[in-house]
């Protein structure tokens, strides 16, 4: 790197620490630790845990939380997310997949990092009683997607104040429909994240202390895939079985067998999950009915896996169901509920994200996790571009115990807002101050986002 390259990123270094804090800053040339870029995200969650921001954050959280919308519906939630980016003077495109917001603050010009945050609530009932409850029946924000939005507008506001500094463009992506409508593939498919160069993401885990991430590099969370399957045989009285083709008795064994697949065709050492989770068949104590609907999901850690037990579950149900004389089909709801790939995390990023969060909390509460086998549509950007998603933790023994997501007693600790946010805003300010002179970009080929 030239003599002028650096003297502008550590220029660029200075006025940042100097809006951060009006003390004098002294640093020297060196190492990110001695050049300042490791205190940017110290005195970022120091900005963030402001009164003023952390009462603004709590106070759009509420409102979301208040009007939950599922995917693909998420209209006042992308109203909202609109008007507060208008407050701020930042630009965006929209409608993007439908309900989605792609938000742009800085150069407008390459590098490109994004910060991306999923909108969508759950088809649940709250069952916590408190002020700002659900309004809409049946629909709740159980998994702190309210959470991850603030947090990201948490960010803008911050990165929005040091927009100056930015050498690049933080892309703020506000995303419908991540609970299995596959949202973040729609995001792709619209080409806002063509020049991209790195994104990362967030979710909230209430079983891990408020102040604490925890992720790890590779594979951290399952691909996953839905099924649903008709077995259909010959209905007749419950006495008289031997005039009847019982599809209850197939799907039985059907259910039995799609266990072995992981039991006994998968290698132990490969994690694999199939589960039946829908079971519906019959209304009367006595009628052998015409056929049978199951349904579940199979989660595997790698695409040659999951390919694998997605064509040996059709095989066994649609086998199987032929043992009891029974014919079967199996819908694997592709289009409703579009697979997700596993979510693996870059190594090069990993590394990054655990310097920033190590200097932001301290290296002994920056954790690495084990693998997980919920999913997350954050894997689709990942096939795609560099990508790191982090787990935030928010539990407060003193606040008593937090249900796990997508419980209808599930609740947000708000304290955790301005770790989200602080963290959002020093992953991507720090990425372009610390690789942007490091990545090439092709002359006369920039794209002007804004």
């Given at each position: 790197?030239?003599?002028?390259?650096?003297?502008?990123?550590?220029v660029?270094?200075?006025?940042v620490?100097?809006l951060?804090?009006?003390?004098?800053?002294?640093?020297?040339?060196g190492s990110?630790?001695?050049n300042?870029?490791s205190?940017?995200?110290?005195k970022l969650?120091?900005f963030a845990?402001?009164?003023e921001?952390?009462?603004?954050?709590i106070?759009?959280?509420?409102k979301?939380?208040?009007n939950?919308?599922l995917?693909?519906q998420?209209?006042e939630t992308s109203?909202?997310?609109?008007?507060?980016?208008?407050?701020?003077?930042i630009?965006?495109?929209?409608?993007?997949?439908?309900?989605?917001?792609v938000?742009?603050?800085?150069?407008?010009?390459?590098?490109?990092v994004a910060?991306?945050?999923?909108m969508?609530?759950?088809p649940l009932q709250?069952m916590v009683e408190?002020?700002y409850?659900?309004?809409i029946?049946g629909?709740m924000?159980a998994?702190?997607?309210?959470?991850?939005?603030?947090?990201?507008?948490g960010a803008?506001?911050?990165?929005?104040?040091?927009?100056?500094?930015?050498?690049?463009?933080?892309?703020?992506?506000f995303?419908p429909a991540?609970?299995?409508?596959?949202?973040?593939?729609?995001v792709?498919e619209?080409?806002v994240?063509?020049?991209v160069?790195?994104?990362?993401?967030?979710?909230?885990?209430?079983?891990?202390?408020?102040g604490?991430?925890?992720?790890?590099?590779?594979?951290?969370?399952a691909?996953?895939?839905?099924f649903?399957?008709?077995i259909?045989?010959?209905g007749g009285?419950a006495?008289?079985?031997?005039?009847?083709?019982?599809?209850?008795?197939?799907a039985s064994n059907?259910?039995v067998s799609?266990?072995?697949?992981v039991s006994r065709e998968a290698?132990?050492l490969d994690?694999?999950?199939?589960t039946?989770?829908k079971?519906?068949?019959?209304?009367?104590?006595n009628?052998?009915p015409d056929?049978?609907l199951?349904?579940?999901?199979?989660r595997a850690?790698s695409?040659?896996?999951?390919?694998?037990l997605?064509?040996r579950?059709e095989e066994?149900?649609i086998?199987?169901a032929a043992?009891?004389r029974?014919?079967a089909?199996?819908?694997?709801?592709?289009?409703?509920?579009?697979?997700?790939?596993?979510t693996?995390?870059n190594?090069?990023l990993?590394k990054?994200?655990?310097t920033?969060?190590?200097?932001?909390?301290d290296t002994?509460?920056v954790k690495?996790m084990a693998?997980?086998m919920?999913s997350?549509?954050?894997?689709?950007y990942q096939?795609v571009?560099p990508?790191?998603?982090f787990f935030?933790g928010m539990?407060?023994?003193t606040l008593g115990?937090v249900?796990?997501?997508?419980?209808?007693y599930?609740?947000?600790?708000e304290?955790?807002?301005p770790?989200g946010?602080?963290?959002h805003?020093?992953?991507a300010?720090?990425y372009?101050l610390?690789f942007g002179?490091?990545?090439?970009?092709?002359?006369?080929?920039?794209?002007d986002e804004?």
């Amino acid at each position: 790197m030239g003599g002028a390259t650096s003297f502008s990123k550590w220029v660029s270094v200075v006025f940042v620490l100097h809006l951060l804090n009006p003390c004098p800053v002294r640093f020297s040339h060196g190492s990110s630790s001695s050049n300042g870029l490791s205190d940017i995200p110290k005195k970022l969650l120091n900005f963030a845990k402001r009164q003023e921001l952390v009462d603004w954050m709590i106070g759009i959280r509420r409102k979301i939380h208040q009007n939950p919308e599922l995917g693909y519906q998420e209209f006042e939630t992308s109203q909202l997310i609109r008007s507060e980016l208008d407050k701020m003077g930042i630009k965006y495109k929209h409608p993007v997949a439908v309900t989605g917001v792609v938000g742009f603050i800085g150069t407008g010009e390459p590098p490109f990092v994004a910060l991306r945050a999923d909108m969508d609530s759950l088809p649940l009932q709250e069952m916590v009683e408190w002020e700002y409850k659900s309004k809409i029946p049946g629909k709740m924000h159980a998994c702190g997607h309210d959470g991850h939005v603030t947090m990201l507008l948490g960010a803008a506001k911050i990165l929005q104040e040091h927009r100056k500094e930015l050498k690049g463009t933080v892309v703020l992506v506000f995303q419908p429909a991540e609970e299995g409508g596959g949202g973040a593939h729609k995001v792709l498919e619209a080409g806002v994240l063509e020049k991209v160069n790195a994104i990362f993401g967030l979710h909230v885990d209430p079983n891990l202390p408020i102040g604490e991430v925890a992720s790890r590099p590779g594979p951290l969370l399952a691909g996953s895939g839905f099924f649903e399957a008709v077995i259909g045989g010959k209905g007749g009285h419950a006495a008289i079985p031997q005039h009847s083709i019982d599809p209850i008795l197939a799907a039985s064994n059907v259910i039995v067998s799609l266990q072995h697949l992981v039991s006994r065709e998968a290698d132990p050492l490969d994690s694999q999950v199939v589960t039946v989770a829908k079971f519906q068949g019959g209304g009367a104590f006595n009628v052998i009915p015409d056929s049978v609907l199951i349904g579940g999901t199979f989660r595997a850690f790698s695409k040659e896996s999951f390919t694998q037990l997605k064509q040996r579950i059709e095989e066994v149900i649609i086998g199987q169901a032929a043992v009891q004389r029974c014919s079967a089909t199996v819908d694997f709801l592709a289009k409703e509920k579009p697979f997700f790939p596993p979510t693996i995390n870059n190594n090069d990023l990993h590394k990054y994200f655990q310097t920033v969060a190590g200097d932001m909390l301290d290296t002994q509460k920056v954790k690495v996790m084990a693998p997980v086998m919920g999913s997350e549509d954050f894997s689709f950007y990942q096939e795609v571009m560099p990508g790191y998603f982090f787990f935030l933790g928010m539990k407060n023994e003193t606040l008593g115990k937090v249900e796990s997501i997508h419980s209808p007693y599930f609740t947000l600790n708000e304290d955790a807002l301005p770790y989200g946010a602080a963290l959002h805003a020093s992953l991507a300010l720090r990425y372009l101050l610390e690789f942007g002179p490091k990545i090439s970009l092709p002359e006369g080929n920039h794209r002007d986002e804004l």
